[in-house]
DNA sequence: GCTTATTTTAAACGAACGTTTTAAATAATA
DNA sequence: TATTATTTAAAACGTTCGTTTAAAATAAGC
């Protein structure tokens, strides 16, 4: 017979797809332990506390696709000089294999990503830079040597603004797919979506410098 | 003696700030009555629920945005064709307009709009949507008009790419300006970052077209 | 197989939440 | 000023939440 999933995997699986989709602090701990099928309790004995849970359930994404950028693009960047469009594709393509990984990965690791950013202040920006930060220092590292004529300082506004659009796009995934199936929109998977934004953040990242820039030192 | 203002303004005051730093469910009515030194009962008796006080609080700001939006958009579209610069300068203008209508309220609008889109699924967008739909079917209208090469389709997903940069770094913006201080980063007001913007989704939105867009119809 | 450690279970705890109720205070009206 | 309507006040309501407890069930080790 096959074999049940342990108790807490069981609930880590439940509970990714009820935060990406209601948000951390409108999911409760009842309502994972049910649709995981164990017990209330056994979420503080396995996790300790549901901000823990929360922890873990985003490690578990993180601890796999942050690796695998790097190890993208330290490839590309062996070979040659990389363009914009390169670096954002070598950032999506380790974003997608999550998906084989889990199904549906991507899509609820970037929506935890914005939840996270967004919801609950600090304490999950800090889990991630403290974990990760070196890999996002690379990014930002390999950005800027991809855009060499954009200032420093711009580099770091635009790829939040990036991060921004990719997140909040995520996180409305649901209900802008909705709009978008009504109006005869095709290719509204995941995938179709991350390409989508590739050219639009490449082409911010490297737009001309706004003119205030320019007066100031 | 100083005029004391009305508990609906007081609480519509302390609400706003709250809601904008810490979200709309972790914001309780305790916490809002207390700042506001009014009657905890006395939300439930001007504005008969939660809910209803958070549609309040953003309807004050989205009565007075969305016809300014409108009025700018149809003022400058008078005179000559708009490039897309400054259609999004049109945007913003009417955006920092209400910073002098009430202390800080550019940054508590839009940070404001980011948590009804991400946090409360539905609910606040329906909200939106229906009492200012026109306005934002004018605008995409207006920035398809100043970037006609690119197909509707796309139009309309880089607009939600926008939108979500727009309040995604408003939602983070005092963490984001807490970095930028420690590097030294100069003019980090709210409108220094929308000006920051506005090349910068300017040229997201006229990018050129990702290959596979090319290969459907 | 017996003992120990680990995990699961059911029940309860205390705190915080939005909301309602009822009475007191204030304002408006005549 | 007397009466009515409006607003404020304090207290309690019923729920839901994360967490803890203590016993039962299962697994592991010898």
Redo the contacts between chains.
């Keep these: 017979m096959a074999h049940r999933l342990s108790t807490k995997e069981r609930i880590l699986n439940a509970a990714e797809r009820l935060f990406a989709e ?2 951390f ?2 999911t409760s701990l009842r309502l994972i332990t049910s649709k995981a099928e164990v017990n209330l309790a056994s979420v503080n004995y396995h996790f300790g506390s549901k901000k823990e849970l929360i922890q873990a359930v985003l490690a578990r994404y993180l601890d796999i696709a942050m690796p695998a950028m790097a190890r993208a693009l330290e490839a590309q960047e062996a070979e040659h000089a990389l363009t914009l469009e390169e670096v954002f594709e070598a950032i999506v393509e380790p974003m997608m294999s999550v998906n084989e990984v889990r199904p549906n990965g991507t899509a609820i690791f970037l929506q935890l990503l ?2 996270g ?3 609950n ?2 304490h999950l ?1 800090w889990f991630v830079t403290t974990n990760h930060g070196a890999v996002l220092d690379k990014i930002v590292q390999v950005v800027h040597q991809a855009a060499p004529h954009v200032p420093a ?2 580099v ?3 790829m ?10 995520m ?2 995934y ?3 797919v909705d ?2 199936r009504a ?1 005869f ?3 509204n998977d995941v995938e ?2 991350l ?16 003119q ?1 820039i320019h007066g ?1 030192k």
């Design positions: 209601r948000g602090s409108e914005g939840r950013y967004i919801e202040q600090g920006r300082v711009e770091f506004w635009r939040h603004f990036s991060l921004g659009t990719l997140v909040f796009t996180s409305s649901d209900a802008l709009i978008a109006d929109i095709e290719s179709s979506v390409r989508r934004i590739i050219p639009y953040v490449a082409a911010g990242v490297s737009a001309p410098l706004p205030f100031s």
